[in-house]
C-alpha cells in the first residue's frame, strides 16, 4: 500500500497542475487556443505523464508503474471520443472559441469532482450491500438492450434535455449551459 505522504505529494501536484491550467485558462479566455500551442501543451502534459509514470516504477512501489501506464493509456485513448463529443456540444450550443478551453478545462474539474463522489458513494453502497453489483449489471444491461434494439438507419434531429431547458428557462448563459453540458457529458462518460 501507498503510504500517505507519497498520496498528499501526488495529489498537491494535480492539484497545482488543475489551479495552473485553469489560471491560464483564464487569462487566456479572450483568444482563440492556436493548434501549435495545443500540440505543445500535449506534448508537455504526455512527457510529465511518462516522467511521473517512470518515477513510480523506480521510486514506488514495485508494479505501480506498470498499473499508472496501463490505467493511462486506457484513459487517454478512451479520452478521445471525450474530445469529438465536446466539440459537437459546443458547436451545438453555439459557444465562442475563445470560450471553449475554459468552459472545457472547469467543466472536466467539474467531472473530476463529482466523479470522486460516486466512486466513495458507489464504493460504500457496495460495502454495505453487495447485492448492487447485481443492481448496476442490470442497469447496464437494459442499457445496452435499448441501445441494439434501437434504429439506427434514421437521423436523429438535436433535442435539448431537460436539464439545459430548465437552465435556458431561468436565464442561464451559454457559458453556463455549456459547462453544466461538458461537466455532467464527462462524467457520464466516466
Known amino acids: 500500500?501507498?503510504?500517505?505522504?507519497?498520496?498528499?505529494?501526488?495529489?498537491?501536484?494535480?492539484?497545482?497542475?488543475?489551479?495552473?491550467?485553469?489560471?491560464?485558462?483564464?487569462?487566456?479566455?479572450?483568444?482563440?487556443?492556436?493548434?501549435?500551442?495545443?500540440?505543445?501543451?500535449?506534448?508537455f502534459y504526455v512527457i510529465a505523464a511518462i516522467v511521473?509514470?517512470?518515477?513510480?516504477?523506480?521510486?514506488?512501489?514495485?508494479?505501480?508503474?506498470?498499473?499508472?501506464?496501463?490505467?493511462?493509456?486506457?484513459?487517454?485513448?478512451?479520452?478521445?471520443?471525450?474530445?469529438?463529443?465536446?466539440i459537437i456540444l459546443l458547436a451545438n450550443l453555439s459557444v465562442k472559441r475563445e470560450s471553449a478551453q475554459l468552459i472545457l478545462l472547469a467543466g472536466i474539474a467539474i467531472a473530476l469532482v463529482l466523479r470522486g463522489i460516486f466512486i466513495a458513494l458507489g464504493s460504500?453502497?457496495?460495502?454495505?450491500?453487495?447485492?448492487?453489483?447485481?443492481i448496476f449489471a442490470i442497469i447496464l444491461i437494459a442499457t445496452a438492450w435499448k441501445l441494439i434494439k434501437e434504429k439506427h438507419g434514421d437521423e436523429k434531429v438535436y433535442k435539448e434535455g431537460r436539464i439545459i431547458t430548465s437552465l435556458r428557462?431561468?436565464?442561464?448563459?451559454?457559458?453556463?449551459?455549456?459547462?453544466?453540458?461538458?461537466?455532467?457529458?464527462?462524467?457520464?462518460?466516466?
Open 169 to 190: 428557462k431561468r436565464g442561464a448563459s451559454t457559458f453556463t449551459i455549456a459547462l453544466v453540458a461538458v461537466g455532467t457529458t464527462d462524467l457520464i462518460f466516466a
Open 52 to 86: 511521473f509514470g517512470i518515477n513510480l516504477q523506480f521510486n514506488g512501489v514495485a508494479g505501480h508503474g506498470e498499473e499508472f501506464f496501463a490505467g493511462w493509456l486506457t484513459e487517454y485513448s478512451l479520452s478521445v471520443d471525450n474530445v469529438f463529443i465536446f
Open 124 to 134: 460504500a453502497l457496495i460495502s454495505k450491500f453487495s447485492a448492487a453489483f447485481f
Open 1 to 43: 500500500m501507498t503510504d500517505a505522504k507519497t498520496w498528499g505529494v501526488t495529489i498537491a501536484v494535480l492539484l497545482g497542475v488543475l489551479v495552473f491550467d485553469l489560471l491560464l485558462a483564464i487569462k487566456n479566455r479572450k483568444r482563440e487556443t492556436t493548434l501549435k500551442e495545443a500540440a505543445l501543451w500535449t506534448i
